[in-house]
C-alpha cells in the first residue's frame, strides 16, 4: 500500500459527461502528479500540483481540469467525455517537488466512457 | 524534452534464473533521477529501484540491481533469481531537477516468467 488514495476506483460514463477522479495523497505528501495511461499512449503526464499551487502542466486537455485544496486533496475533473478518453487514471505524490523525493502511485482510477 | 526508450516489448525468463531489461534515455542534463516501476496485473505502479546520476555506484534492491552508464546513458534493470511474482511490466522512467520534476516513462517491457 503506497498510501496514495484514489476514489473511484472504476467508473463507467457516457460520451459528454463530466466526472471527477479524487485524490488523496500519502500523509505529508505536498506535491500530486496526475497521470494518464491508455493503451496506445502509454503513460502520460498531465499536471502537477504543489501545496495548492499549479506547478507543471503536460499533455492535459482543455477539458480537463486539475486542482488542490488546502487539505492537499486533489480533485481531476473530465468534462465533454469522449471514448478516446477511456485510460487508467493515476493520482501519485510525494513529499516535496524536488527531483530526489520518490513518487508513490495510488493505485488508479479506471475510466470507462461508453 | 527528455526522452526514454525501453527497446523491448516483451521479454521472457525461467524461474530462479536472471534478466536484464534495457533502457536507454536522452537528456542533456547533469543531474537527474532514474527509477524502475513494475507494474503487475492489479496495475499498482510499484517502485522497484532509483538511481542518482551522480553516484557512480550502481543502485541494488535485494534481487534487483541495475547497470547505470552515464557515459551512454543507459539504465538496465537486472532481476536475480526470478520468481513467478515478479511477472509484470517495467516501467522504466526518467525524473529531471526541473520541469517541475515530473516522471517521464519508458513504453515499458512485458515480463513473462515461465515456471
Known amino acids: 500500500d503506497s498510501g496514495v488514495t484514489q476514489t473511484p476506483k472504476h467508473l463507467i460514463t457516457a460520451t459528454g459527461q463530466r466526472v471527477t477522479l479524487r485524490c488523496s495523497p500519502r500523509?505529508?505528501?505536498?506535491?500530486v502528479y496526475w497521470y494518464q495511461q491508455s493503451l496506445d499512449q502509454g503513460l502520460q503526464f498531465l499536471i502537477q500540483?504543489?501545496?495548492?499551487?499549479?506547478?507543471a502542466k503536460g499533455n492535459i486537455l482543455e477539458r480537463f481540469s486539475a486542482q488542490q485544496f488546502p487539505d492537499l486533496h486533489s480533485e481531476l475533473n473530465l468534462s465533454s467525455l469522449e471514448l478516446g478518453d477511456s485510460a487508467l487514471y493515476f493520482c501519485a505524490s510525494s513529499a516535496l517537488w524536488t527531483a530526489g523525493n520518490t513518487i508513490y502511485f495510488g493505485e488508479g482510477s479506471w475510466l470507462t466512457v461508453v | 524534452a527528455q526522452t526514454v526508450t525501453q527497446s523491448q516489448p516483451e521479454m521472457s525468463v525461467q524461474e530462479a534464473e536472471t534478466v536484464t531489461l534495457s533502457c536507454t534515455y536522452d537528456?542533456?542534463?547533469?543531474?537527474?533521477?532514474l527509477f524502475w516501476y513494475k507494474q503487475p496485473p492489479s496495475r499498482q505502479m510499484i517502485l522497484v529501484i532509483r538511481q542518482e546520476a551522480y553516484k557512480q555506484q550502481n543502485a541494488t534492491e535485494n534481487r534487483f540491481s541495475v547497470n547505470f552508464q552515464k557515459a551512454a546513458k543507459s539504465f538496465s534493470l537486472k532481476i536475480s533469481d526470478s520468481q513467478l511474482g515478479d511477472a509484470a511490466m517495467y516501467f522504466c522512467a526518467y525524473r529531471s531537477p526541473i520541469s517541475g520534476s515530473r516522471l517521464t516513462f519508458g513504453e515499458g517491457t512485458q515480463l513473462t516468467v515461465n515456471p
Open positions: 500523509s505529508g505528501d505536498l506535491s
Open positions: 500540483y504543489y501545496n495548492g499551487e499549479e506547478r
Open positions: 537528456t542533456s542534463e547533469s543531474d537527474y533521477y
